[in-house]
């Protein structure tokens, strides 16, 4: 039977009193409700959840933070690395490794005395625990105990005290770094950890700087190069339809032309009317400063002065202002896709006016655990939950206090299994317990699209208009799910929802 309809809120679910409905004065009675109203939303939970919702989000769809129609673009632009080119896990390993080494062999390798002159005193340098040959000490400074003044100077850099980590290239650096504090704390050392996070940095930046990581891409392309067939579709799609196309990226001219080979073909060029490497961003899109120059067909840099940039042809450096110059591309009729909220696309949106595509690779395996029943029940009982003791709070009998602290522990308990669904230490990249991640805010405020991979696109038309959802604000939120949380009445639009997308 259905008890009558709560004021405001619409009619109840079955078997779910409304909050205003008459409740025992107190004591056992109330306790008893209480877990009455705990039973009748577990049913309720229950009932609204057929094993059809557990499907509703399709890992391969592009979500829209802003509305755009692709009508409207014009000019679409890419990144190269984890845009057009995804790279395999198998990468991450191979890069902790490398910048381990060289932490081992050039930052972490020596603890030393040295004198006031810049000298080490032989006989006093460690690695780890173990001393270090006279000889190996002198080998490692170049024939000299004498350390340069710049190795020692300038040593804390400058920049915010918290880093925070934007991109799938940040977990070989934090594995890096978690294992070294790991290490350092479980044998007892003292570090600061200016210095220790300024040497893993480093570490990690010599392994890109020095190029092993160009190296082991080109020699294995078939490993670590993935969907290379679907760039070359989207690529070849977008020309199809009249598109213009452009590349800039911080990767090298040879490391990017042999896996736009391995992708697209020998004349990937030709589908790109602007080439631009090692770029540096984000400085490309801040800096007037730096110029054009042009390659040859070698890679060997041009005297030129840079009038135009021309189609097929392979520019290094210079800057967006440039850029937007000569080419007059300007404002939302161009879309550019990035790996990276900061580096790639924050400028573009908030400076320029560009449309924005972030490429997240982890929300294709978010959304697959997001699509699990354990998941959809696990939270959505979370949040009934939370609506009871929300509701329920204004019992404050000692036996409806129990109940409460119950239902708190439970829902604490509920909030670490779904937090573990995704990661045991971190939880879902996008989510805290309920709140957006940092880096949900950002991705949020820096792009108009985010999606898994570039190959999302061949799922929709070239002049598909996306729509963001309308999502609840927090004096909203009646009007909303929360309505399930209270159990005032079904949702209405929750069997609907399986048919988007």
């Known amino acids: ?68 129609s692709l ?8 990144d190269y690395d984890y ?6 896990d198998a990468l991450h390993p191979e890069i902790f490794s490398a910048a381990r080494n060289i932490l081992i062999e050039h930052y972490k390798s020596l603890l030393m005395k040295i004198d006031a002159y810049h000298y080490v005193q032989l006989g006093t340098a460690y690695r780890g625990l173990q001393p270090v040959p006279d000889e190996e000490v002198i080998e490692l400074y170049g024939g000299t105990q004498h350390i340069p003044l710049y190795q020692t100077s300038g040593f804390y850099g400058k920049g915010p005290s918290i880093k925070q980590f934007m991109d799938i290239f940040s977990l070989p650096e934090m594995a890096l770094l978690s294992c070294v504090v790991d290490y350092f704390l479980g044998h007892g050392l003292e570090f600061d950890q200016a210095h220790l996070y300024k040497d893993v940095t480093d570490a990690i930046r010599d392994v890109h700087v020095k190029g092993l990581m160009y190296q082991w891409i080109e020699q294995d392309m078939e490993k670590y190069i993935l969907r290379g067939d679907e760039t070359f579709a989207v690529l070849s799609r977008l ?13 090298p001219f ?43 067909e070698k890679g060997s840099l041009q005297w030129d002065r840079i009038t135009r940039l021309e189609k097929g042809k392979i520019y290094r450096q210079g800057n967006l202002f440039d850029f937007l110059r ?24 908030l400076r320029h ?20 029943e354990q998941y959809m029940h696990s939270l959505t009982w979370q949040q009934a939950l939370t609506g009871l003791l929300e509701r329920m709070q204004t019992y404050q009998d000692a036996e409806s206090r129990q ?11 509920l909030r670490c299994i779904t937090k573990a669904l995704f990661n045991a230490q971190f939880g879902s990249i996008f989510r805290t317990f309920h709140n957006p991640t940092y880096f949900s805010r950002r991705l949020v405020r820096f792009s108009d699209l985010y999606m898994a991979s570039l190959s999302c696109l061949l799922n929709y038309r070239v002049d598909f208009t996306f729509y963001p959802r309308r999502t609840p604000l927090q004096h909203e939120a009646p009007l909303w799910m929360d309505q399930l949380c209270t159990g005032c009445m079904k949702t209405p639009f929750l069997g609907d929802m399986a048919h988007i997308r």
Request: charged share 20%; glycine share 6%; hydrophobic share 40%.
């Open 1 to 68: 039977s259905s008890s009558p309809s709560c004021p405001g809120c619409g009619p109840p679910g079955p078997s779910a009193p409304c909050p205003s409905s008459p409740a025992p004065a107190g004591g056992a009675d109330l306790s008893a409700h209480l877990w009455a109203r705990y039973q009748d939303m577990r049913r309720l939970v229950h009932d609204l959840l057929p094993p059809e919702v557990c499907s509703l989000l399709n890992p391969a769809a592009i979500y829209a933070n802003n509305e755009i």
């Open 71 to 78: 009508r409207d673009v014009e000019v679409y632009g890419f």
């Open 83 to 88: 845009t057009l080119a995804q790279y395999a």
């Open 239 to 251: 020309v199809a339809h009249g598109k213009q196309l452009f590349l800039i990226t911080n990767s």
């Open 254 to 296: 040879s490391f990017v032309d042999k896996g736009m080979r391995h992708m697209v073909g020998p004349d990937w060029r030709q589908l790109f009317d602007v080439v631009i490497v090692q770029a540096d961003k984000p400085s490309f899109f801040t800096d007037r400063r730096k110029p054009f120059r042009k390659l040859d």
């Open 326 to 349: 000569l080419t007059e591309w300007r404002g939302p009729r161009v879309l550019y896709f990035g790996d990276h909220l900061y580096s790639d696309l924050a400028d573009l949106m």
């Open 353 to 372: 006016g560009w449309r924005t595509g972030a490429i997240i690779p982890e929300l294709e395996r978010e959304i697959r655990i997001i699509n699990t």
């Open 403 to 413: 109940v409460l602290a119950a239902w708190m522990k439970e829902r604490q308990e």
